[in-house]
Structures are given as C-alpha cells and as structure tokens.
C-alpha cells in the first residue's frame, strides 16, 4: 500500500509524547490515541543504567 | 547485584506502618542534643554567606532569642563571623518550615513512631502571624512571641501531654485526610481536630483565665496551618524508618533551602544531591506578585516524601484552590502521575476519587528519572525580602538531583559498568 493509498482512509492515530502533535491532527479531523510518554531523563547512558537498575 | 524490589518493598511496608504520636515537648538542646552557638536549617546544608533573605532573617531571630546579641546588626555580624555552626534539621531528625531555624533554646514537639522507634521534632510556633521566624521577621513581635512560646505555651502543652499521654497523629491526620487536608498546604481539619483534643485538657493545665485565652487563641483560630509541625513531625518520623536501607532506590528526604533543593535517598546514606530551587507557581495575595517571591523553600516537602502534600492533591478540593491548581482534572492528573513514581500506596489516606486507593507513596529514584516525572509540591510562598508569606503554589522539583542520586546508587551498588 502507498502512502497516498493510506491517506485516503479514515486516520486513526498514535501520538506518543508531545500532546501539541495529538491536537494538530485532531485539528485535521482525525481521532488520536495518546501515549502518555517521556523520554527518560538525564543522558545517553541513562537508558542503560536504569536496564541494570531493574527489579 | 542488591535486591532494590525487595529493598523498596520494606520501604513501602515502613511508611506506610509507621504510626506517630506526639509525646513530649522539649527544647533543641534536650531533644536533639544542640549545644553552644548552633543553628539548625531548612533544606540542604549551606553557609551564611549564601542563604537568602527569610533564612538569614530567621538566624538572626534566632541569635537574639538565645541572647547571643543585643541587635539585629549584632547577630548578622556573629553569623558573618563564622561564631555559628549551621546544619540542616534534617540532619539532627528535625524539620523546620521555611527558613526553618532551629536553636538549643526553642521548645519543639517530639514525635514518636513506636512501629519503627524513630523520632522528629519541629518547632510548634514561632512568633505572631506576620512576625513569624520562619520568613525571616526578626523584631520585637517576633522576640516577644518565642519568648511566650518557650515560657507559656511549652509548658502547658507540655502539662497537656503528661496529664493525657501520648496523642495518636496517624490517627487523627488519617481522620484530616477524609476531611479534605493533604496536610501540606491545607491542615485546617487536623488543626481544627488537634483543638478539640486540646481543649479541655488546657483549660485543666493552666487554670488562670488571662494564661489561657492567648494560648487556646493560637491553637484555635490564629492559622489554619498550626497542625503543619505536627504532619511535619509525624512524615519525618515516617520517613526516618527508611534512612539508611540498604539497597532501596526510595527518596528519604526533599527539602529547600530558598536557594537550592536537595533529596536523600535511603540507599545513599547522608549524601545530599542537589540542584537550584524552583521558582513556585503560586497565587499571590493582594498586593503582592511573582517577582515578590522567594524559591522554593522549606523542609515542609517532607509531606510529599510521605506521599501527602502534593502527591494527594486529588484527595483535597480545598487545597486546589489554595495552591492555584488549573482545575480539577489537572489535580487528579498530578496525584495519577504521582503514582507513576512512587513504589506503591499507603492505605491509611485513601482517595476516595481514585475509588478508595491510598496515597501515591515511597518516590523511586528510577521511575522518576525514567518517565521523567518528577515530585509536586504543595506550598507556601516567601517574601524574597520581607518577613512574610506573599502566597501559595505548586513547585515542581528539580530534575538534577534525581539524575544526580541515580549515577550515585549505581556507583555504589555496582552497576555503573556492564
């Protein structure tokens, strides 16, 4: 399937994160599931030691 | 590699079993052991040279109560000097609100967590509103009111509690917290029920009508804050419980300075990890205004290391509109994201909004760095340069600190490297 193929459906849409990206695409007339997410905090390694951090 | 789920399981099991009562008052020397010229203080440790204006305000309230100078100039010099030692309440087992200043001669309430054997102490008053030594006043109203707190109202309280015995906090603030108080910013169904416990055994403790009436005046209708040295006392004899457990990730300790925030994890030990306080988001009182305000201060943040304050801002319409909450909605949202850090929930404040469930409990050092969430806190608001509250908000906790505590856990337990 293209893409244009897909736009021409109904969107049904995940928005991770950044709720401005949620409300630009209900602004279009499309419905948006959010997903409540940040990044983690810190730097580059943080991922990593929150791995070994685990319980 | 430390067995952190287990760790902060005990963490969550001590806070939540602890049950404070207040049993005694005593002054700092008696309780916490301050000798000579020595201050205790809100927030992290720091000097004289850095403190802010309430702070250094509060010391010098303080320099003249013990008689340390005869004037306000006197007592800046002596503490310029280097003559005073300071060191934050928390690391005596004391909270102080505010600036939060503490000296041998201040009558504090003791508490007493009988589940966990710990203590914590706080003062109970510190002068008349307006004149309080916690925002920095430091005049005669201010003098004169400690001086009727440390020779009138000590000693009754103190007559109250030998008469009736110890009085069950956990008790009465479970009571407050279906009454609508987080007991941070709103206490005014604790100190409304404190009162009522209080009355009649004062009127029986200090027989002399004129003796009475100022005293059953300040714990009657002065402040509706008057119970936050107690909530105050009974969170730090909580979270006293888990200082120094080994291998847990659960934050022991938020509080502020007025110039930086700084937490202690149960894990880590006395290490503080720091980082600039926050500029608080508050509703100003007339007249006043944002660029009023002192940071974010006091060691009061002790109610949300509980999980009270604002971790339970969902549990207290009235403090939603105390603190400027945007709406109801974004409080439920704060208390939701609340639980998304906390390892678990005390059932002794349940919510009744979240269908019973207790309070959002025991901040994981790893939850909040990895959501990127970080502690809300429900609170007062300083004058940055007169002897006053201006206000009330919502201060959002530094990050650093977190990051911070998180490279130093896992430093010391190991998993720094793969």
């Known amino acids: ?55 | 590699m430390a067995d952190i789920a287990a760790a902060n399981r005990e963490a969550l099991d001590r806070l939540c079993r602890a049950r404070p009562a207040w049993t005694a008052v005593r002054s700092g020397r008696e309780a916490l052991g301050l000798e000579g010229r020595t201050l205790l203080h809100a927030g992290p440790p720091i000097e004289w040279a850095r403190m802010c204006w309430p702070m250094r305000g509060a010391v010098k309230a303080a320099a003249l109560f013990e008689g340390w100078a005869r004037t306000a100039d006197e007592a800046e010099a002596l503490a310029a000097s280097g003559d005073i030692a300071f060191a934050p309440c928390h690391s005596r087992g004391a909270v102080g609100p505010m600036a939060g200043v503490i000296s041998p001669g201040t009558p504090l309430l003791v508490v007493e967590d009988a589940v966990n054997r710990t203590t914590a102490s706080s003062f109970i008053a510190d002068g008349p509103w307006g004149h309080q030594l916690r925002f920095g006043a430091h005049g005669p109203e201010t003098l004169n009111g400690l001086r009727w707190i440390r020779d009138a109202v000590a000693p009754a309280l103190s007559a109250v509690l030998e008469r009736e015995g110890p009085i069950d906090l956990a008790a009465l603030m479970a009571q407050a917290f279906t009454m609508g108080d987080e007991m941070h910013m709103r206490n005014a169904a604790a100190t409304g029920l404190l009162a009522r416990r209080l009355a009649a055994p004062l009127v029986a403790a200090v027989p002399d009508a004129a003796r009475l009436e100022p005293i059953m005046r300040l714990v009657t209708r002065d402040n509706d804050q008057f119970f936050l040295a107690w909530s105050m006392c009974a969170a730090k004899a909580a979270a006293r419980s888990i200082e120094g457990l080994e291998a847990s990730t659960v934050v022991c300790t938020m509080a502020r300075n007025g110039v930086e925030f700084g937490i202690r994890v149960a894990g880590l030990g006395e290490p503080w990890f720091t980082a600039p306080a926050s500029v608080v988001e508050g509703v100003y009182f007339p007249g006043s205004a944002a660029g009023d305000a002192n940071l974010d201060t006091g060691d009061s943040a002790i109610m949300e290391t509980y999980g009270l304050g604002g971790l339970a801002m969902a549990s207290s319409p009235a403090v939603q509109k105390i603190v400027g909450a945007k709406s109801w909605e974004d409080a439920l949202a704060t208390t939701r994201d609340m639980g998304e850090i906390c390892v678990g929930r005390n059932p002794l404040f349940p919510i009744a909004v979240l269908g019973g469930e207790g309070t959002p409990t025991g901040i994981d050092i790893r939850r909040v760095v990895k959501t990127s969430i970080v502690p809300k806190i429900t609170t007062a608001i300083a004058h940055r340069a007169a002897p006053r509250m201006i206000g009330a908000g919502i201060a959002t906790a530094p990050m650093a600190p977190f990051v911070a505590a998180l490279r130093a856990f896992a430093e010391r337990y190991g998993a720094a490297r793969a």
């Open chain 1, 1 to 55: 399937m293209t893409l244009d193929a897909g736009l021409d459906q109904p969107l049904r849409v995940v928005n991770v994160g950044l709720e401005l990206f949620a409300e630009q695409i209900e602004a279009q007339g499309a419905a948006v599931d959010r997903v409540d997410w940040r990044p983690p905090a810190g730097g580059p390694d943080i991922a990593s030691l929150l791995a070994r951090l685990e319980d």
